[in-house]
């Protein structure tokens, strides 16, 4: 009952497919030219569940931080928690991050220039237009509030600078515990008035994932089900239990209090989608490898998807009218662009260029660790 690496792709699979039901009905800009049918629920329905669906944000932010927490512990354990191997770790992640973008990069400048020329303006002129070029290129547009190609990219500002706060959030942990951990990740904030910055609003799910890995959680959650667990009754009350705590969330994101509090309803949020996909899709054989197929392909999916919904074929994307059917075509359609993506990597070996560039970071860890110990 470990939450494998498999169990992980499942549960992206989930928040993909959440996050292009997000957006392709978080707001009626999208739709309303095309006469969306959106039967047999209310458009009222489907676009509070559309925001709703942002959960994958924080599913992916628990996931990142459950791996990392992982690779954190082995070092902390082993007596190899220090500024080089963390340094090295933490550049290793980045450069797999920045080598997974850089192909999309490409192909999305490659398809504007095609489709929607005028996206580029968006950069500006002169000197300007090159350095938010960069900034754009190297996944650090948000972080500096400089204008991006595409507005979905702004979580990759988010994902680099959870991989450089964790070691010290783990530290953290470890000498505080996860109570402590988790009310400063929520409370403080609050105690300095920060705005509820992306930062803000998913460090407490950070440290939830922190805790989930560290004290191997996912076990005890299967231990802790009700006795008898494998009879059909059992299953049904645990699956209503948790259907009901889901729905919960629902309610509480369109809350006064969950509108005011986003870091709390974006950390309950998560969890319960990603526990619910545990206990119960992943026992779904079918169903299981569907998501864990999306699951490997998420990075390249989340990257391209609204260029293809709303910036180049949006006439197209939206033109199959059912909204459910909607979203099925955009996520073949990205579905199938990422298998081309990666297998035009694999015929230019650029795979192993990645590999190659990762083993030299590494080398100049250990490296730059054992000098440190002369």
Same mark, same amino acid.
């Given at each position: 009952?470990?939450?494998?690496?498999?169990?992980?792709?499942? #549960?992206?699979? %989930?928040?993909?497919?959440?996050?292009? !039901?997000?957006?392709?009905?978080?707001?009626?800009? +999208?739709?309303?030219?095309?006469?969306v049918?959106f039967?047999?629920?209310?458009?009222?329905t489907? *676009?509070?569940?559309?925001?709703?669906?942002?959960?994958c944000?924080?599913?992916?932010?628990?996931?990142?931080?459950?791996?990392?927490?992982?690779?954190?512990? @082995?070092?902390y354990?082993?007596?190899?928690f220090? @500024?080089?191997?963390?340094?090295?770790?933490? /550049?290793? @992640?980045?450069?797999k991050? $920045?080598?997974?973008?850089?192909? #999309?990069?490409?192909?999305?400048?490659?398809?504007?220039?095609?489709?929607?020329p005028d996206?580029?303006?968006?950069?500006?002129q002169?000197?300007?237009?090159?350095?938010?070029v960069? $900034?754009?290129?190297?996944?650090?547009?948000?972080?500096?509030?400089?204008?991006?190609?595409?507005?979905?990219?702004?979580?990759?500002?988010?994902?680099?600078?959870?991989?450089?706060? $964790?070691?010290?959030?783990?530290?953290i942990y470890? =000498?505080?515990?996860?109570?402590?951990?988790?009310? $400063?990740?929520?409370?403080?904030p609050?105690?300095?008035?920060?705005?509820?910055?992306?930062? *803000?609003?998913?460090?407490?799910?950070? %440290?939830?994932?922190?805790?989930?890995?560290?004290?191997?959680?996912?076990?005890?959650?299967? =231990?802790? =089900?009700?006795?008898?667990?494998?009879?059909?009754?059992?299953?049904?009350?645990?699956?209503?239990l948790?259907?009901?705590?889901?729905?919960?969330?629902?309610?509480?994101?369109?809350?006064?209090?969950?509108?005011?509090?986003?870091?709390?309803?974006? +950390?309950v949020?998560?969890? /319960?989608?990603?526990? !619910?996909?545990?206990?119960?899709l992943?026992?779904?054989?079918?169903?299981?490898?569907?998501? /864990?197929?999306?699951g490997?392909?998420?990075m390249?999916?989340?990257?391209?998807h609204n260029?293809?919904? /709303? =910036?180049?074929?949006?006439?197209?994307?939206?033109? !199959?009218?059912?909204?459910?059917?909607?979203?099925?075509?955009?996520?073949?359609?990205?579905?199938?662009?990422? #298998?081309?993506?990666?297998?035009?990597?694999?015929?230019l070996?650029?795979? +192993?260029?990645?590999?190659?560039?990762?083993n *030299?970071?590494?080398? %100049?860890?250990?490296?730059?660790?054992?000098?440190?110990?002369?």
């Amino acid at each position: 009952m470990q939450f494998s690496k498999k169990d992980t792709n499942v #549960v992206k699979g %989930v928040a993909i497919i959440a996050m292009l !039901f997000h957006h392709c009905y978080v707001t009626g800009v +999208s739709f309303k030219a095309h006469g969306v049918s959106f039967a047999p629920f209310s458009k009222g329905t489907v *676009v509070s569940l559309a925001l709703w669906s942002k959960v994958c944000v924080g599913i992916f932010v628990f996931l990142s931080a459950y791996g990392i927490t992982l690779a954190l512990k @082995r070092l902390y354990d082993n007596g190899q928690f220090d @500024r080089s191997n963390l340094s090295g770790m933490s /550049a290793r @992640r980045i450069w797999k991050i $920045l080598a997974g973008f850089w192909p #999309v990069f490409i192909l999305a400048v490659l398809g504007c220039t095609l489709w929607a020329p005028d996206s580029f303006e968006v950069y500006g002129q002169g000197l300007t237009r090159i350095i938010h070029v960069v $900034l754009d290129f190297l996944g650090l547009a948000d972080l500096f509030g400089t204008p991006t190609l595409i507005g979905t990219w702004w979580y990759l500002s988010l994902a680099f600078v959870e991989i450089m706060l $964790l070691p010290l959030l783990y530290y953290i942990y470890r =000498r505080c515990g996860a109570f402590l951990t988790l009310s $400063l990740s929520v409370f403080l904030p609050m105690a300095l008035s920060l705005e509820m910055s992306n930062l *803000v609003r998913y460090l407490p799910v950070m %440290v939830l994932g922190i805790w989930f890995a560290q004290e191997n959680l996912f076990p005890r959650i299967a =231990r802790w =089900r009700i006795p008898h667990t494998g009879t059909a009754a059992t299953r049904t009350v645990e699956f209503a239990l948790l259907a009901v705590l889901i729905l919960g969330t629902v309610w509480l994101k369109n809350s006064d209090f969950g509108q005011a509090h986003e870091n709390i309803t974006d +950390s309950v949020t998560p969890l /319960a989608v990603i526990v !619910f996909t545990w206990l119960f899709l992943t026992g779904i054989p079918y169903l299981r490898e569907i998501l /864990a197929v999306l699951g490997r392909y998420s990075m390249n999916i989340f990257l391209l998807h609204n260029f293809i919904r /709303a =910036r180049w074929f949006e006439d197209f994307s939206y033109s !199959f009218r059912f909204w459910w059917l909607i979203v099925l075509v955009l996520l073949l359609d990205n579905f199938v662009l990422s #298998v081309a993506i990666e297998w035009l990597k694999k015929v230019l070996r650029y795979n +192993s260029f990645v590999s190659k560039i990762e083993n *030299v970071i590494q080398a %100049v860890t250990i490296e730059g660790n054992n000098k440190g110990k002369v």
